[in-house]
């Protein structure tokens, strides 16, 4: 069974403070690994999928990374803005997606 | 402007009702799926639907029901046998362009027993 574990579960950043989030994950067989940020109150907001390790993608302070079990979220320079619940998933062979919990990032100015 | 839409954004619902969610999207999209998200954990899978006029089961569908007539609709229907239906539900769609695909998502409905 897909299994999914992201940390911390919060973390908390003064703006500028560069960090990382964690993604670990076990699977049979990766089709995709998936990055997502979810405002409060809102539906999650497509950011990343990485299919292979050693894949990186870079938007605006973001950059995700992938080894063969784990992924890496890093927000470098954050500003306020980037507070939000970021989540990591899975996708398997018949496209569905296994989510983590989230890690739910505060950044103050 | 495409997208995905979700109505209500808030529902109540007295214990013992049936209530249904509604899920349209505009993107032309063929699969669609109804997740659940409760606090501190992750988004479970209701149901799924990879075409029209079929779908299949997730995770947790014991107490819902679904209905895919159309292409752009994929309605969601609380029944009375959903033990704890307090919860924010999210529909999503996935595109596939070449080897690559995303679930997309909409704004969400919470909906909470009174």
């Known amino acids: 069974e897909d299994q999914v574990t992201q940390s911390p579960e919060a973390l908390r950043l003064q703006e500028g403070e560069s960090s990382s989030l964690n993604c670990s994950y076990t699977v049979s067989g990766l089709r995709g690994l998936f990055w997502y940020r979810q405002d409060p109150g809102k539906g999650p907001e497509f950011l990343f999928t990485l299919y292979s390790a050693g894949e990186e993608k870079e938007k605006e302070r973001l950059k995700a990374t992938l080894t063969k079990k784990e992924s890496f979220l890093h927000i470098t320079a954050p500003k306020p803005e980037d507070s939000a619940t970021y989540l990591c998933?899975?996708?398997?062979?018949?496209?569905?997606?296994?989510f983590g919990a989230g890690t739910t990032v505060t950044v103050r100015a | 402007d495409g997208g995905i839409t979700q109505s209500p954004k808030y529902l109540f619902r007295k214990e013992g009702q049936n209530v249904t969610l509604s899920c349209e999207q505009n993107?032309?999209?063929?699969?669609m799926y109804w997740y659940r998200q409760d606090p501190g954990q992750g988004l479970r899978l209701i149901y799924y639907s990879q075409i029209v006029n079929d779908f299949q089961k997730g995770d947790i569908a014991e107490g819902y029901s679904v209905s895919r007539e159309k292409k752009e609709s994929f309605p969601l229907t609380v029944t009375s046998a959903q033990k704890n239906p307090t919860a924010f539900y999210l529909c999503?769609?996935?595109?596939?362009?070449?080897?690559?695909?995303?679930?997309?998502f909409g704004p969400g409905t919470r909906l909470t027993v009174l």
């Open positions: 993107l032309n999209h063929d699969a």
């Open positions: 999503a769609s996935r595109s596939r362009t070449g080897r690559t695909d995303t679930q997309y």
């Open positions: 998933a899975l996708r398997s062979n018949d496209y569905k997606l296994s």
